[in-house]
């Protein structure tokens, strides 16, 4: 694998507020198209998402609980599914703790969620919309 984080996605409470404050008050550019219940937005070689929490707990197949849900996500997108299955099976062998096996989603890609040792969560996804570094 090579070391690179391609999207910090952040469980935000009032996704309104939040696109408000970083697209107005800190002047990041959000991506188009625009979509009601996700934001993403352009950094320098990643990507920054904001994300209901409940719905970014549901997207990982976790349970929402604040005392329990970190509230973000760290993602590595790859270039193709294979890449995904296979990235996904190597961290699992690594002591990982799947939470959302490597599968097709709503938004057209594919990916997978899973636990770090320290219960912090990774999104390994192919994303067929965009290209961003590092891949």
């Given at each position: 694998?090579?070391p690179f984080?391609?999207?910090?996605?952040?469980?935000?409470?009032?996704l309104?507020?939040?696109?408000a404050?970083?697209?107005?008050?800190?002047?990041?550019?959000?991506?188009?198209?625009y979509?009601?219940?996700?934001a993403f937005?352009?950094?320098?070689?990643?990507?920054?998402?904001?994300?209901?929490?409940?719905a970014?707990?549901?997207?990982?197949?976790?349970?929402?609980?604040?005392?329990?849900?970190?509230?973000?996500?760290?993602?590595?997108?790859?270039?193709?599914?294979?890449?995904?299955?296979a990235?996904f099976?190597?961290?699992?062998?690594?002591?990982?703790?799947?939470?959302?096996?490597?599968?097709k989603?709503?938004?057209?890609?594919?990916?997978g969620?899973?636990?770090?040792?320290?219960?912090?969560?990774?999104?390994?996804?192919y994303n067929p919309?965009f290209?961003?570094?590092?891949n």
């Amino acid at each position: 694998m090579k070391p690179f984080i391609s999207m910090i996605s952040l469980g935000v409470s009032d996704l309104n507020a939040s696109i408000a404050f970083y697209q107005t008050g800190l002047g990041f550019p959000r991506m188009e198209p625009y979509d009601e219940n996700i934001a993403f937005f352009t950094l320098n070689g990643t990507w920054l998402a904001l994300y209901e929490k409940k719905a970014l707990a549901e997207d990982a197949n976790i349970a929402f609980d604040e005392s329990h849900f970190h509230g973000f996500t760290l993602s590595h997108v790859l270039s193709s599914e294979a890449e995904v299955d296979a990235l996904f099976k190597e961290a699992i062998q690594a002591g990982a703790t799947p939470t959302k096996q490597p599968q097709k989603v709503f938004w057209g890609g594919y990916s997978g969620y899973f636990k770090d040792p320290d219960g912090h969560l990774w999104e390994i996804a192919y994303n067929p919309f965009f290209k961003i570094g590092g891949n």
